[in-house]
């Protein structure tokens, strides 16, 4: 009988006085448990993803709640068929989050709850919906009538928010995929003299799961293999295939990894152009699997008196 994999998305801003050593003690016990994911461990507090079975996840959330100031951690689950993860690594990093700016994390929005979010949308208000991820997140997936930032990065994130400082006056509501990158950008909007920012509590996930084929439209991305979740899977794509034009809402890394680039692509263009996102990957792409085959042909063609040892 297949297992079901159960993936916990979670961060918590929370000041660990010795981030090397939870870390340390963090991967050993997630091997010893062996679930797969990413955690990162800064000064700040912990931002993760893991994937298990219900048994080891629930192992997992109790240990991490054991951890004095995370008793109250918020998990974000999904069922899935497989792993999204290949391994399991934590990492020490300076943030949890990287915006590379001063931020007073005393001083957020107001979170709203997905019911109030949705409210805003019924009683047609005058209010800003602002996308905090990044460009090609947005390109896929967003909700009705957001702004979304042409950023790579979150790092440039300060960069949107110059170009909206004549909105200082304006009732904005920031969201993001589970809440994390919403509690830095809103603390950062309000120090720049923003008067009244809000965030979406638990971000585009826990609102799809409570309010599925409502405002949200296309798809949701991820930072996993899977690139895309599995919610509000009903919504017809809001994106198109950058080769062909058609309307698509798939994923694929350019198959030539001298490129690797992002690029969505339908399955008939994936299959003429075998993964590679234009002709040039194309050629050289193929001309990389023809070199390979030939280095194999030439060691089958080796004889013992052909190897030279030094």
């Not at 959330?61 to 899935?80: A, N, T, V, Y």
């Not at 702004?147 to 440039?156: A, G, V, Y």
């Not at 993001?176 to 009244?196: D, L, P």
Request: aromatic letters at 10%; glycine letters at 6%; charged letters at 30%.
């Amino acid at each position: 009988m297949e297992r079901k994999i159960n993936i916990l998305l979670f961060y918590k801003f929370q000041k660990i006085g010795n981030p090397k050593s939870f870390a340390k003690e963090h991967l050993k016990f997630c091997k010893k448990l062996e679930v797969l994911g990413k955690v990162l461990v800064s000064e700040e507090g912990i931002n993760g993803s893991i994937s298990g079975t219900v048994e080891q996840t629930e192992k997992y959330k109790k240990f991490l709640k054991s951890k004095k100031g995370f008793e109250d951690i918020w998990f974000k689950e999904e069922m899935s068929n497989e792993h999204p993860f290949t391994r399991m690594f934590v990492r020490v990093k300076k943030e949890i989050i990287a915006l590379d700016k001063p931020i007073n994390l005393n001083k957020i929005g107001k979170h709203l709850s997905p019911k109030e979010f949705l409210e805003l949308y019924k009683k047609n208000e005058d209010v800003i919906i602002l996308d905090a991820r990044n460009d090609y997140e947005s390109k896929v997936g967003k909700f009705k009538n957001a702004i979304t930032p042409q950023i790579k990065t979150f790092r440039e994130f300060p960069k949107a928010v110059e170009e909206m400082k004549n909105m200082k006056n304006k009732k904005i509501v920031m969201y993001c995929t589970g809440g994390i990158r919403c509690e830095k950008a809103s603390a950062y909007m309000i120090q720049k003299g923003f008067k009244n920012v809000m965030q979406l509590k638990g971000g585009i996930i826990n609102f799809c799961q409570q309010y599925p084929d409502t405002v949200w439209e296309g798809r949701c991305f991820v930072f996993d293999k899977r690139l895309m979740t599995n919610i509000n899977q009903t919504s017809p794509p809001i994106s198109e295939c950058e080769l062909c034009g058609k309307l698509c809402d798939l994923y694929r890394n350019c198959k030539n990894h001298n490129c690797d680039k992002l690029v969505i692509m339908c399955l008939n263009c994936e299959k003429k152009m075998n993964a590679c996102c234009s002709k040039k990957c194309l050629q050289e792409f193929r001309e990389h699997c023809m070199g390979k085959s030939s280095m194999k042909q030439n060691r089958r063609m080796e004889t013992p008196q052909d190897i030279i040892i030094n």
